[in-house]
């Protein structure tokens, strides 16, 4: 793995909805019939497991400490335990990730290159602000607002060059380059806007706000249209479908905590949430006959933030309509987030194919002739 495939490339040779699976004209760089190094076949879409976890974190904190949700009697420890669970989780996941970085540093830029997973390299420091927010209130009151600015700084990065692209035209258009899992880079704006509020910052958090919002109605529009050039958009519904909610229901807690007040603008974005959240579940059946992958894992932070985005609804519209809404939508997160941890626990140690061959990283650069003439006979 010499050189780097052009984004092209990344689209003749891969087919699925995430640009997983090599198609049957191309060729690999590795052989296909080995298993290859731990480290190779570890994708940055690991992270999303700390995206679950961690969100989990700030669900129970929210079931402890929400005036609306003080009839549970929720114990604040829960709330410690699962923070802890997720700081492991993360140092684990980061650990092993910083060793591809070192070891194989040409698969993190292959991977870096490619046009879906590239959104997963927001993922560990979105998990970062989650863990911030989710801290167990106990300690949560020394917090200083440089830690803010340090966790903003690389998402900052991130969405300077994406954006950058998306706004461009080129190659890496977005009607181009257009998949659900774009929202990934949406979503760390109204994590960050929803951090930063909390912490008493003024200007920052409306930037990012700002920002998200505006390409969240782009990426939105973008997807819904479903452009003929959108070639990783795929025919049949997938995980990754739910992340559309996840940024309506963050957004409505920013705007929430950014105003002081879970006033009209937030209550629009969390009705958006919450109709996107039932349209997707009526559709239960388009989302069976999937073989289990860390994709899953995408189920596990939208609902879990549109379970804490509903706890704060019912603060402001307190009855007990909402409280069993808030109640139902933190059962169905909690529970989709332990099936998914016994899955994975389940598919790595016990059946060990949670991380097969990552083709992605092992694409040519081009497409050899023997395999050219071969396709056209």
Not at 48 to 75: D, E, H, R, Y
Not at 295 to 301: D, E, G, L, R
Not at 319 to 340: C, G, K, Q
Request: hydrophobic fraction near 50%; charged fraction near 15%; charge should be positive.
């Amino acid at each position: 793995m010499k050189s780097l495939p052009a984004i092209d490339r990344y689209f003749d040779a891969l087919e699925g909805p995430e640009l997983e699976t090599l198609r049957a004209s191309e060729g690999c760089l590795l052989p296909q019939d080995k298993k290859w190094p731990f480290l190779l076949r570890f994708p940055i879409s690991a992270f999303s497991m700390c995206l679950g976890v961690s969100s989990q974190a700030v669900l129970w904190k929210t079931l402890a400490t929400s005036p609306s949700m003080s009839f549970l009697n929720i114990n604040t420890k829960i709330n410690l335990v699962l923070w802890c669970i997720s700081i492991a989780l993360l140092c684990l996941v980061a650990s092993i990730y910083t060793l591809k970085l070192l070891l194989f540093f040409e698969a993190v830029k292959r991977e870096y290159c490619h046009p879906v997973r590239i959104n997963f390299f927001f993922a560990p420091w979105i998990a970062c602000l989650f863990l911030v927010i989710g801290l167990p209130p106990q300690l949560s009151k020394s917090l200083h607002a440089t830690l803010w600015y340090v966790l903003m700084a690389p998402i900052l990065c991130l969405e300077l060059k994406i954006y950058g692209q998306w706004m461009s035209g080129g190659k890496r258009r977005l009607s181009k380059v257009a998949n659900p899992s774009n929202h990934l880079s949406i979503v760390g704006n109204f994590v960050g806007a929803l951090l930063g509020a909390s912490m008493g910052l003024k200007e920052g958090p409306v930037f990012f706000f700002a920002v998200g919002l505006a390409h969240y109605v782009v990426l939105f529009v973008t997807l819904y249209q479903r452009l003929p050039t959108n070639e990783t958009l795929p025919k049949e519904l997938h995980p990754v479908f739910f992340l559309f909610i996840a940024a309506p229901s963050i957004a409505c807690m920013a705007w929430d905590k950014i105003t002081g007040s879970f006033g009209l603008g937030s209550r629009i974005a969390y009705f958006i949430a919450l109709f996107l959240y039932a349209s997707l579940v009526v559709r239960i059946n388009f989302f069976r006959g999937f073989r289990f992958s860390l994709a899953w894992w995408a189920y596990t932070f939208p609902t879990t933030s549109a379970a804490i985005a509903t706890i704060h609804y019912s603060v402001e519209v307190n009855n007990h309509f909402t409280e069993a809404i808030a109640v139902a939508l933190s059962t169905i997160s909690t529970f989709t987030v332990l099936v998914l941890l016994i899955f994975t626990i389940l598919h790595a140690f016990v059946f060990c194919d949670l991380f097969p061959n990552d083709i992605a990283i092992a694409i040519t650069e081009k497409k050899s002739k023997w395999r050219k003439n071969q396709h056209c006979v």
